[in-house]
């Protein structure tokens, strides 16, 4: 019975939201994105960091197949906005998972729990919203060492808060909804009403907010890096490369223009994205 | 409205005062130390410079040193800038950042207000589909991509503007730095504006005063206008983290020697102690700046104040 609901949900949903040409537009625009960020590279006879010391600098040109042009350093454009656009991706997706994990547990735990529990959690979540994340992260950057890896958890670790309100607010009011007293009254102790009862139900504003999240990451990614506290060379990620491409505009304009176009497009794709699975998981709400 | 702007303000220092003891228990608790250079100092310097900036002692010490430090004003030294303390940084670079940030705001204003009621009265027509879609790039485009653009164009190209630098009193300075970081600010603006604007306009009491014979320009300026700018009031605060934030990409960009500038060297140099007075100046510019936001909503909204029954 439960599982026939869902899926009439979840189809319904994809019907609207393929319905929706902004949306629709932008997920196959992502899905093209992602394949040739996937594929793309190995198509270049040039790897990431490979110098090609007779073009350096060198604007577009496709007898060389240098096909987006080259930086400084005589490195391939494309191959390198690719690989930037890989790590910006990847790091989003676990960032935005780990934000994902954290907002959801602390979230469907305080709305569960109420009374006293709730107040403290929610009020420590408003405390470190006083600070625009990004204060957070830096101070987490300069507290451990630089790494990807690392770099993510931070900006995760930092992004879970309106997630966990989010949260919060849908467990709140589903807490006393019948399924949930039947799972009580069925024995259920309160971690498994809370990660096998409740959290499944509220998935919908979930899976919006954390579409919405992910351009956010990226943009919080590439803020970093271009700043120098991100990524470092010589790994690539769309916020170094305009920041190489920022110092070079007057002569190579086409340095910034690669990754700025590629970092706007991806953005972009994932706001329509956002916006149309909002209004087809939940027309009435938003 | 006194009581209630005092209460709230009491209740920002347990929030100031939680975020300074997690910024020093991170930074503190964190592996490695100010001194680790890539030649390692002999260890009797070493103690000898932990000694004198205090390391040597418990946290819970350093700890209650480092408050009683900042309730007098006094935010330690800078580990890097050795010739400067944190205080001196702060004060040569909040005057630069608040010029920035309140033009920028300002800016937000002046020009998102009265876009969004032009689009919302030119409805689904060619004015309100190019003022949207402008909208929707200046949201989308990071400042990171916009600044340097900006610079290009209007610093380089065409000459009009300084590309970098900062003379106090010159106000061509902070033209381009202050409209790039407002830009995504007057976007949003606009926004909000036209959504609440074309609700506002379709609402009882504006037919009300066109069927009193209200002038057109007063009907929308002064009776629709109002009424629909609650959401832009709330929505002030939000943009207030966001021209924070932004200011770090601007200011190094632009050059100029403001907090944003400190905060970034200090984080690429990790010189703690900076990293630290910056983000606590930064947390108490954003919670005054919420608290006066909420104070012009209760303001402008009396069914918000407190004490108001209705």
């Given at each position: 019975?439960?599982?026939a609901?869902q899926r009439?949900?979840w189809?319904?949903a994809l019907r609207?939201?393929?319905?929706?040409?902004?949306?629709?537009?932008?997920?196959?625009g992502l899905?093209?994105?992602?394949?040739?960020?996937?594929?793309?590279?190995?198509?270049?006879?040039y790897?990431?960091?490979?110098?090609?010391?007779?073009m350096?600098?060198?604007?577009?040109d496709?007898?060389?197949?240098?096909?987006?042009?080259?930086?400084?350093?005589?490195?391939?454009?494309y191959?390198?906005t690719?690989?930037?656009?890989?790590?910006s991706l990847?790091i989003?997706?676990?960032?935005t998972?780990?934000?994902?994990l954290?907002g959801?547990?602390?979230?469907a735990?305080?709305?569960?729990?109420?009374?006293?529990?709730d107040?403290v959690?929610?009020?420590?979540v408003?405390?470190?919203y006083a600070?625009p994340?990004?204060f957070?992260?830096?101070?987490?950057?300069?507290?451990f060492e630089?790494?990807?890896?690392?770099l993510?958890?931070?900006?995760?670790?930092?992004g879970w808060?309106?997630?966990a309100?989010?949260?919060?607010?849908?467990?709140?009011?589903?807490?006393?909804r019948?399924?949930v007293?039947?799972?009580?009254?069925c024995g259920a102790?309160?971690?498994r009403?809370v990660f096998?009862?409740?959290?499944p139900?509220?998935?919908?504003?979930?899976?919006?907010?954390?579409t919405?999240?992910i351009?956010q990451?990226i943009?919080?990614?590439s803020?970093?890096?271009?700043l120098?506290?991100?990524i470092q060379e010589?790994?690539?990620?769309?916020g170094?490369l305009?920041?190489d491409?920022?110092a070079?505009m007057?002569?190579a304009p086409w340095?910034l223009?690669?990754?700025a176009?590629?970092?706007v497009?991806?953005?972009?794709?994932?706001n329509?994205?956002?916006?149309?699975?909002r209004?087809?998981?939940?027309?009435?709400?938003? | 409205?006194v009581g209630?702007?005092?209460?709230?303000?009491?209740?920002?220092?347990?929030t100031?005062a939680?975020?300074v003891v997690v910024?020093?228990?991170?930074?503190?608790?964190?592996?490695?130390?100010p001194?680790?250079?890539?030649?390692?100092?002999p260890?009797e310097?070493?103690?000898n410079l932990e000694?004198a900036?205090?390391?040597d002692q418990?946290?819970?010490v350093?700890?209650?040193?480092?408050?009683?430090?900042?309730l007098?004003?006094d935010?330690g030294?800078?580990f890097k800038?050795?010739?400067?303390?944190v205080?001196e940084?702060i004060?040569?670079g909040?005057?630069?950042?608040?010029?920035?940030?309140s033009?920028?705001?300002?800016l937000?204003v002046?020009?998102?207000v009265?876009?969004?009621?032009?689009?919302a009265?030119?409805?689904?027509?060619?004015?309100?589909h190019l003022v949207?879609?402008?909208?929707?790039l200046?949201?989308a485009?990071p400042?990171f991509?916009v600044a340097?653009?900006?610079?290009?164009?209007?610093g380089?190209y065409?000459?009009?503007?300084?590309?970098?630098?900062?003379?106090?009193?010159?106000?061509?300075?902070?033209?381009l730095?202050?409209?790039?970081?407002?830009?995504?600010?007057i976007a949003y603006?606009a926004?909000?504006?036209?959504?609440s604007?074309l609700?506002s306009?379709?609402s009882p009491?504006?037919?009300?005063?066109c069927?009193?014979?209200?002038p057109?320009t007063?009907?929308?300026?002064?009776h629709?206008?109002p009424a629909?700018l609650?959401?832009?009031?709330s929505?002030?605060?939000?943009a207030?983290?966001?021209?924070?934030?932004?200011?770090?990409?601007?200011?190094?960009i632009?050059?100029?020697p403001?907090?944003?500038?400190y905060?970034?060297?200090?984080a690429l140099n990790?010189?703690?102690?900076l990293v630290?007075?910056?983000?606590?100046?930064?947390?108490?510019?954003?919670?005054?700046?919420?608290?006066?936001?909420d104070?012009a909503?209760?303001?402008?909204?009396p069914?918000?104040r407190?004490g108001?029954r209705h």
């Amino acid at each position: 019975m439960r599982a026939a609901a869902q899926r009439g949900l979840w189809s319904d949903a994809l019907r609207r939201l393929l319905a929706n040409r902004a949306a629709a537009t932008s997920l196959l625009g992502l899905a093209l994105l992602a394949g040739i960020a996937i594929v793309g590279p190995g198509l270049s006879p040039y790897a990431p960091d490979q110098l090609d010391w007779s073009m350096m600098g060198s604007p577009p040109d496709w007898a060389s197949r240098h096909w987006l042009g080259t930086d400084r350093l005589g490195r391939d454009l494309y191959v390198r906005t690719l690989h930037g656009a890989r790590v910006s991706l990847a790091i989003a997706l676990l960032a935005t998972l780990v934000s994902l994990l954290i907002g959801v547990t602390w979230g469907a735990i305080a709305g569960y729990a109420g009374g006293r529990i709730d107040e403290v959690m929610m009020r420590f979540v408003d405390v470190l919203y006083a600070l625009p994340n990004i204060f957070f992260v830096i101070i987490l950057t300069v507290v451990f060492e630089r790494s990807p890896m690392l770099l993510f958890l931070a900006i995760g670790a930092v992004g879970w808060l309106t997630m966990a309100r989010v949260v919060r607010g849908q467990a709140l009011s589903l807490r006393h909804r019948e399924f949930v007293e039947a799972a009580v009254s069925c024995g259920a102790g309160p971690g498994r009403v809370v990660f096998r009862h409740l959290v499944p139900n509220l998935l919908g504003p979930v899976v919006v907010y954390a579409t919405l999240m992910i351009p956010q990451m990226i943009l919080i990614e590439s803020f970093l890096s271009f700043l120098g506290i991100g990524i470092q060379e010589p790994l690539a990620s769309l916020g170094n490369l305009i920041s190489d491409g920022a110092a070079e505009m007057e002569s190579a304009p086409w340095i910034l223009a690669v990754p700025a176009t590629c970092l706007v497009l991806i953005v972009f794709c994932f706001n329509f994205l956002g916006d149309g699975l909002r209004d087809a998981l939940d027309p009435r709400e938003y | 409205m006194v009581g209630y702007a005092l209460k709230r303000l009491l209740g920002a220092i347990p929030t100031l005062a939680v975020i300074v003891v997690v910024t020093f228990l991170l930074v503190r608790l964190a592996p490695g130390g100010p001194f680790d250079e890539e030649q390692p100092l002999p260890p009797e310097i070493r103690a000898n410079l932990e000694a004198a900036y205090g390391l040597d002692q418990p946290l819970t010490v350093q700890l209650a040193r480092y408050v009683r430090g900042l309730l007098r004003g006094d935010f330690g030294p800078s580990f890097k800038f050795k010739d400067f303390s944190v205080t001196e940084l702060i004060a040569t670079g909040l005057p630069v950042s608040l010029t920035l940030g309140s033009v920028a705001m300002l800016l937000a204003v002046l020009l998102g207000v009265p876009l969004g009621v032009v689009s919302a009265l030119r409805h689904n027509r060619p004015t309100d589909h190019l003022v949207m879609g402008l909208a929707v790039l200046g949201i989308a485009v990071p400042v990171f991509v916009v600044a340097p653009l900006a610079a290009l164009v209007f610093g380089i190209y065409l000459d009009w503007l300084p590309v970098a630098g900062w003379t106090p009193g010159e106000w061509r300075d902070i033209v381009l730095p202050a409209t790039t970081l407002g830009l995504p600010v007057i976007a949003y603006v606009a926004r909000l504006t036209r959504g609440s604007m074309l609700e506002s306009l379709r609402s009882p009491f504006v037919r009300a005063a066109c069927a009193r014979g209200v002038p057109r320009t007063r009907r929308i300026w002064l009776h629709a206008l109002p009424a629909a700018l609650a959401p832009v009031v709330s929505y002030l605060g939000p943009a207030a983290a966001a021209v924070l934030t932004g200011s770090l990409v601007v200011e190094t960009i632009f050059g100029l020697p403001g907090l944003g500038r400190y905060l970034v060297q200090g984080a690429l140099n990790r010189d703690y102690t900076l990293v630290m007075g910056m983000v606590i100046v930064y947390a108490a510019m954003m919670i005054l700046l919420n608290l006066l936001v909420d104070i012009a909503y209760a303001w402008l909204d009396p069914r918000v104040r407190p004490g108001t029954r209705h």
